[in-house]
Nanobody, 121 residues
Framework: QVQLVESGGGLVQPGGSLRLSCAAS????????MGWYRQAPGKQRELVAIITTGGSTNYADSVKGRFTISRDNAKNTVYLQMNSLKPEDTAVYYC???????????????WGQGTQVTVSS
């Protein structure tokens, strides 16, 4: 069994910063790509940023230059540093990872429970 637990969300003023963390735990053999998605009220869930095992990254155009994704493979943890936050960044942020739990099984996709980020004055 695998769990992804996010932390670091909260209320911040426009222009402020937050750092999200997501730690994976359980019967983990390998963690492949890890990423952050977000879902605002009334909107579909969208990709924010993704990072591969080797450290290659990809970002949504709306967050390029403001958000930075990173990972600590020794800690099975992915981070999202969010700077210059805007009200339109308000959403529930979800952690996502592709994880194998047995060497003979293909990777499965796991999701965290979500953490609320609210950008408001």
């Amino acid at each position: 069994q695998v769990q992804l637990v996010e932390s670091g969300g909260g209320l911040v003023q426009p222009g402020g910063s937050l750092r999200l963390s997501c730690a994976a735990s359980g019967s983990i053999v390998t963690i492949y790509s890890m990423g952050w998605y977000r879902q605002a009220p009334g909107k579909q869930r969208e990709l924010v940023a993704i990072i591969t095992t080797g450290g290659s990254t990809n970002y949504a155009d709306s967050v390029k230059g403001r958000f930075t994704i990173s990972r600590d493979n020794a800690k099975n943890t992915v981070y999202l540093q969010m700077n210059s936050l805007k009200p339109e960044d308000t959403a529930v942020y979800y952690c996502n990872a592709g994880i194998t739990t047995h060497i003979l099984l293909p990777p499965k996709e796991y999701w965290g429970q979500g953490t609320q980020v609210t950008v408001s004055s």
